[in-house]
């Protein structure tokens, strides 16, 4: 019927979309793609404002962190079977680095490009304090443009960041400092990172803390409620319950995997 979109019988199948993709000019192919990609973005960006985005199994303490166990709960749990008990664990994640670790990092370094950075940038009349390493991926250039030169950053509240920065970005952002330069401002994010959030710490106030709620966004010690044995029996009253807490979007339980300091 005109005017009437109906479904191909192989609308699923997609090595058969993917070949039709390829009859298609260049340009529509790009577009395409990019529609693709900017409808997934935002899907995980929705998802992550409700707490509905699942990261997967969460590794905490393989990445240089402290994992200390604060407080064990244990409960038992009937069953159609017999019992089965529940912990609930509470840790702290330590994931900061020290002014004394980053200046012993900073001893290592030979590069020219390489140690302490101060932002160009103030916000709420600081600087921020972060320290610069190569990567070494093994293989030299003669010539490599500052793009090319990926770095690794260190920041005193997070540690080891997951994203490499290029020389030409950290040079449009940051200025290279001695030590003595960079030590004030990394010490006093180091101390106030136990208990501020980067909104009051870089604005001087946090929205979800004035609301009454909690706010881990940049603090060097994290806490996370583990429940471990028999999890799946108190799943979802769990999660239920995460879910009626409003103000929050860590209302979804998810698989995590740690190594705690007493093993």
Aim: glycine residues 8%; contains cysteine; positive net charge.
């Amino acid at each position: 019927m005109p005017g009437v979109l109906t479904l191909d019988k192989d609308h699923n199948n997609m090595s058969k979309f993917l070949n039709r993709i390829l009859g298609m000019p260049v340009e529509l192919q790009n577009r395409l793609f990019r529609y693709f990609t900017d409808t997934l973005g935002a899907i995980v960006t929705q998802a992550k404002r409700s707490g509905r985005f699942d990261l997967g199994i969460l590794d905490l303490g393989t990445s240089g962190e402290t994992v200390k166990r604060v407080k064990t709960w244990m409960f038992v749990r009937k069953h159609a079977t017999g019992t089965a008990p529940t912990e609930l664990h509470t840790v702290h994640v330590e994931r900061g680095m020290s002014w004394t670790e980053a200046t012993e990092k900073w001893a290592e370094l030979t590069g020219a490009k390489e140690g302490f950075y101060l932002s160009h940038q103030i916000r709420n009349n600081k600087h921020t304090a972060i320290l610069a390493v190569i990567v070494d991926n093994g293989v030299k250039k003669k010539s490599e443009s500052k793009k090319e030169q990926m770095y690794y950053v260190y920041r005193p509240n997070t540690g080891l960041q997951f994203r490499q920065e290029s020389l030409a970005e950290l040079e449009k952002k940051y200025k290279k400092v001695e030590s003595d330069e960079a030590q004030e401002s990394w010490i006093a994010q180091y101390d106030a990172s136990v208990t501020t959030c980067s909104h009051a710490y870089w604005r001087g106030n946090c929205r979800n803390v004035n609301m009454g709620h909690d706010c881990e966004v940049g603090l060097r010690r994290r806490t996370y409620n583990v429940v471990s044995g028999s999890v799946l029996s108190v799943w979802s009253r769990v999660e239920s319950v995460l879910a009626s807490k409003n103000g929050t979007h860590n209302n979804k339980m998810q698989v995590i995997r740690l190594r705690t300091d007493d093993g």
